[in-house]
Every structure is written in C-alpha cells, then in structure tokens.
C-alpha cells in the first residue's frame, strides 16, 4: 500500500481557501486518491475521490497532477465547522478493501 | 445516516476480562471492517469481512477476534482485554462499487477503556 505524507496541522481564517497536500510517491498505477473528514468523537467521513487531474463535487475540490504523486484537497472559503481532521488514502479495489489512514491533517480555522 | 449502530458506545472493563463489541447495519452490504483509533496513529485496521463467515485480519489483528453469523451483524471480541487495548474502535461498511473505490461509511465508535 502507497504510503501518504501530510502537514500534521494547518490554521486557516475564515472565508478562505483552504489547500491540503498530500504526497504518495510510491503510488500505483491502479491506486485511487481519497480523502476522509473526521470530527471530534466521530468517525470518519468520505470528502472526496480521484484518479487523475480534478475533481469537483459540492464540498471539495482534489487536484492531481499528472504525475500523481502528489493531491491537493481544495476546501473553499472554509468556515469554523470545517475545523477537523483531513486524511489522505491511497489504495486500490481489486479483491483487498484495506485502507490505510494515516495520521492526517488538523486543520484549525480562525474565526 | 448510513444505517450503522455500534454498542455499546462506552465501556470500562478490566484487564483479562473478555468484550465484545457490536456493530449493526441496516444496508445489506457485503464489506465490514473494524479499526480502532489512538492518539498518534490515525485509525488501523483490525479485522474485516467480505461476507457472512467470511474475515480476514488488518494490520492489528493480535488479540482480537471476530465473527459474521449474519450479514447485519460483525462482533469484534477480545478475549482477555488488556490496557493497550484501550482505544476507539470504528465499524465501516462499504456499498457496493458504483464509481467510488474506498468509500466506506463509519459508524459512531466504541469508546473502550480496560483497567
């Protein structure tokens, strides 16, 4: 499994964007980009998935180069209930449904 | 809400006791999984299943066990709890492949302390 690097914290005000990266160097050629939310005292929740370029649903945006070893979640003109944990999943669906969550991002927004 | 119960929500047990944690859906799908959660370590797979009687182990197997009898229901047991085991534990169910590879829905945790 692609192992992922993310900032452990970010502060953010208000109304802004928000850009989370994360890197999976070792990504596979089958492997999937998936971001998940959690809030305090709950599980996590699915934001958003890609394979290539950009993807837009009503949440977030996720970036991917061509190269795909790196993401960007794009979160826009965030506001104090975004403040949570964002993790970076990279994995594949061929018969082995393990995710791998990493330690994520905390992300902290200012009012 | 994605129709997933976990019970009890907290629990407080001693060590060499044995827990057992439910977890409970109403959505029929196949794929079930438990992770526990811990400061420093994001969530890690315990165990999952891929239907009834059908589980495999994650990368924190040791010391748990599970069974699917029926395909609402995934038990997660701990025979002999142990205060490393201390933790929050998470069920997931994932619906079946509709465009969307790693979507898995969570259910509300299982606060487990062992004394």
């Known amino acids: 499994l692609a192992k992922t690097t993310q900032p452990i914290s970010m502060d953010s005000y208000e109304g802004q964007e928000v850009n989370i990266t994360c890197s999976h160097n070792n990504i596979a050629t089958n492997d999937y980009i998936t971001w998940y939310q959690q809030f305090p005292s709950q599980g996590p929740r699915f934001i958003i998935q890609g394979y290539k370029t950009k993807v837009t649903n009503e949440v977030a945006s996720l970036f991917i180069p061509a190269d795909r070893k790196s993401s960007t979640l794009s979160l826009p003109r965030v506001s104090l209930s975004d403040t949570a944990v964002y993790y970076c999943l990279v994995g594949s669906n061929f018969g082995n449904e393990k995710l791998t969550f990493g330690t994520g991002t905390r992300l902290t927004i200012i009012p | 809400d994605a129709g997933i119960t976990q019970s009890p929500r907290h629990k407080v047990t001693e060590t060499g006791t044995p827990v057992t944690l439910r977890c409970h859906q109403t959505e029929n799908h196949r794929y079930m999984y438990w992770y526990r959660q811990d400061p420093g370590h994001g969530l890690r797979l315990i165990h999952y299943?891929?239907?009834?009687?059908?589980?495999d182990k994650g990368e924190v197997s040791d010391g748990y066990s599970v069974s699917r009898s029926k395909t609402e229901d995934f038990l997660l047991t701990l025979e002999s709890a142990t205060s490393s085991q201390t933790s929050v534990y998470f069920c997931a169910i994932r619906p079946p492949r509709q465009g969307e590879v790693n979507e898995q829905f969570f259910g509300p945790g299982t606060r487990l302390t062992v004394l």
């Open positions: 299943s891929y239907g009834v009687k059908d589980t």
